[in-house]
């Protein structure tokens, strides 16, 4: 009887972790997927383009669909409130289905376990000057992160929001002691440097299923699109490999 009441209880054990490491993953990162594309498309039907004035040229202008690296100016956003999604993680290295949203904060309980993506609050924002930090699960919750150590140096990391994409570009990967706050400073571990160019810094435990160490994914500022320009080349050529 008691043979039979621990085969039984390791058996629901086993399905429990079944569920933890793959089905339960599997089910969350469809959902954060479904809602980041969701979201994209409601921005995208909700944004009204600027009125221009009236050409007597008898050819319409085209309505663009995609675009060059563009040149303009980045809008910066104000600092989200805990869990207020803001944004759009897009990684084509990771899928064309990768839209993962993004929020403010870092706690579990409030942003990445039910969001996905935690911005690091008073860290800078999508394009602004400054280190624009964030971090995501590597294990269960959908893992966002999960293959943070398979990107490639200059693949793109493409932030939506409704007014445009911030388009980064991946640098480098390092893994770091826990404690290790300097990855998040203006200039990614340079203590007394000045802020004066756009870095975007990606956390998340290392190694998988432990978090004895961080793994911290860097990437420099590449271009702004304004959503009036149509989405940038970096988001709809740039396929998975």
């Known amino acids: 009887m008691i ?10 054990t086993l399905l429990f972790v079944v569920w933890q490491l793959w089905l339960g993953d599997l089910i969350y990162g469809a959902q954060r997927n ?14 009204v383009p600027p009125r221009v004035p009236v050409s007597p040229s008898p050819t319409p202008t085209p309505t663009p669909t995609t675009t060059e690296p563009s040149t303009a100016e980045p809008v910066v956003l104000p600092q989200p409130a805990d869990a207020q999604v803001f944004g759009i993680l897009h990684i084509p290295r990771f899928g064309s289905d990768y839209a993962v949203p993004m929020a403010g904060g870092i ?7 039910p969001i996905g993506v935690g911005h690091y609050p008073g860290t800078s924002m999508p394009g602004e000057v400054g280190n624009f930090a964030v971090a995501a699960h590597r294990t269960t919750w959908g893992k ?6 398979d990107l490639h140096v200059g693949d793109a990391i493409v932030i939506e929001t409704p007014g445009g994409w911030y388009t980064y570009r991946f640098r480098t990967l390092e893994y770091v002691h826990p404690d290790a706050g300097e990855v998040l400073l203006p200039v990614p571990q340079a203590v007394t440097a000045p802020a004066g160019m756009r870095f975007m810094t990606m956390t998340s435990c290392s190694p998988m299923y432990a978090m004895s160490e961080r793994i911290v994914g860097f990437a420099v500022f590449d271009s702004f699109t304004p959503r009036a320009s149509g989405a940038p080349l970096s988001l709809t ?5």
């Open 237 to 241: 050529t740039e396929a998975a490999a």
């Open 34 to 47: 479904a809602v980041g594309q969701e979201l994209s498309h409601t921005w995208a039907q909700e944004y």
């Open 107 to 113: 706690s579990r309980e409030r942003t990445l376990d």
């Open 144 to 149: 966002p992160f999960n293959r943070l150590a």
């Open 3 to 12: 043979g039979e009441l621990l085969l039984t209880a390791g058996v629901i």
